[in-house]
Each structure stands twice: as structure tokens, then as C-alpha cells.
């Protein structure tokens, strides 16, 4: 099986807080095997807990994306972002869709629910789909194994 391209990940920090209640405040008798169930109104603290680390992209890479060095290489890479409303494919301004052409991306104010069916994924279906996609992505009419194999042969006399 043909090695698929590699991922790389950024993580973005969203602190959260979550309450508890005050230990003993209830309202019923647990001896008869009752369920302890808060007062209506007790007191709540803020549960101190540190941030909530999750990724917010992906960048995927070619296969053979470390052997060679150039500029123009980065030219064949794939961001697998959140949008907000789903997990986009995107190269530049463009992002993938379901039938594997390039839409022009739109602000997520403008996503109609044809847009979104088309054009987001979940997290998961997202890499699968940037993997599959990005040794077969072509730039200038190259995929990245071909610009590579034409920089690597000396040009004709």
C-alpha cells in the first residue's frame, strides 16, 4: 500500500470552568435509600480548573515532503481547519468538497446547509479525506512527486 501523507497539528488553549456544589446541602432523608438531590439554591463555587487544550488545525504534508528542500514545496499542502461549523479542507482560499472539487471557502455567515453538507466534515473524516487527497493534488499541473522528479533530472542540451 502507497504510504499516505504525514500530519502535523497545532493546538489552540480554551479555559473553561465548570461549577460544584457545596458538600451538604440536600433537602431529603438518605437512610431510606433516597437519592441525595441538592437544595434548590445552594451555594456553587467555580471549580478551578486549568485550560482545555484541543486542536484547531492539521496541516498534512506529501509523502516524501522531508527528502527534498525548496521554497515552492509548501505549495502541496493541505490545512484540515475547524471552522466552527464543521471541519474544512482548505488550500489558500479554496476548500474541498464531497465531489472533490475546489469551492472558493465562504465566511461562516454566509454558509447556507448546501454549503455545509458539501464543504465540512467531521474531524476524523477530514484527515481521512486530506490523506487520500493531498499525493494526488496537483499544482501548475504537477503533483508533488512529479515537481520533485523535474527538479531532480539535469534539463536536456
Not at 487527497?133 to 542540451?157: C, I, N, Q
Amino acid at each position: 500500500m502507497a504510504q499516505q501523507g504525514r500530519l502535523s497539528a497545532s493546538v489552540s488553549a480554551r479555559p473553561t470552568t465548570s461549577k460544584r456544589r457545596l458538600p451538604g446541602a440536600t433537602n431529603r432523608d438518605t437512610s431510606k435509600g433516597r437519592r441525595k438531590s441538592p437544595v434548590q439554591g445552594a451555594a456553587t463555587t467555580p471549580e478551578p480548573v486549568g485550560p482545555i487544550y484541543r486542536v484547531a488545525s492539521y496541516t498534512v504534508y506529501p509523502s516524501n515532503f522531508d527528502e527534498f528542500e525548496g521554497a515552492a514545496k509548501e505549495q502541496w499542502c493541505l490545512s484540515v481547519v475547524d471552522a466552527g461549523n464543521g471541519w474544512a479542507i482548505r488550500r489558500g482560499d479554496m476548500c474541498l468538497n464531497i465531489a472533490m472539487q475546489w469551492e472558493q471557502e465562504r465566511a461562516t455567515v454566509l454558509c447556507d446547509g448546501h454549503f455545509l453538507r458539501r464543504c465540512r466534515y467531521n474531524e476524523h473524516a477530514a484527515l481521512l479525506r486530506a490523506r487520500r487527497v493531498v499525493d494526488r493534488l496537483e499544482v501548475g499541473g504537477m503533483t508533488f512527486d512529479e515537481y520533485v522528479s523535474t527538479l531532480a533530472t539535469p534539463p536536456a542540451d
